[in-house]
């Protein structure tokens, strides 16, 4: 079992910056592949970024490449994901996530979630 929580949501403006952090249960935290999604009014639930279990391998929606930045620290078992850069379609609630040792791209497909922290950029 694993707990996910995460923190650092919030309201800023366009053209600013905010970092979500995400804080997990458990001793394995290194085989799980963590990853980040997010989720508008009226929308699906959408692929962010995602980094494998070592943190050399990430991937990124084509939306957020270039403002985003998502990494891992397995000593104290967090993910984060730097935002820069924001624009009002970024605005939406962020889920923490977590697949046990394979690649996070498919929201069906997710082990655990978080309880999820909200972004809003206004302009």
């Known amino acids: 079992q694993v707990q996910l929580v995460e923190s650092g949501g919030g309201l800023v403006l366009a053209g600013g910056s905010l970092r979500l952090s995400c804080a997990a249960s458990?001793?394995?935290?290194?085989?799980?592949?963590m990853g980040w999604f997010r989720q508008a009014p009226g929308k699906e639930r959408e692929f962010v970024s995602s980094?494998?279990?070592?943190?050399?391998?990430?991937y990124y929606a084509d939306s957020v490449k270039g403002r985003f930045t998502i990494s891992r620290d397995n000593a104290k078992n967090t993910v984060s994901l730097q935002m820069n850069g924001l624009k009002p379609e970024d605005t939406a609630v962020y889920y923490c996530?977590?697949?046990?040792?394979?690649?996070?791209?498919?929201?069906?497909?997710?082990?655990?979630w978080g309880q999820g922290t909200q972004v809003t950029v206004s302009s």
């Open positions: 980094i494998s279990g070592s943190g050399t391998i990430t």
């Open positions: 996530a977590a697949k046990y040792g394979m690649r996070l791209s498919d929201a069906s497909r997710v082990d655990y």
């Open positions: 458990g001793r394995t935290f290194r085989n799980y592949h």
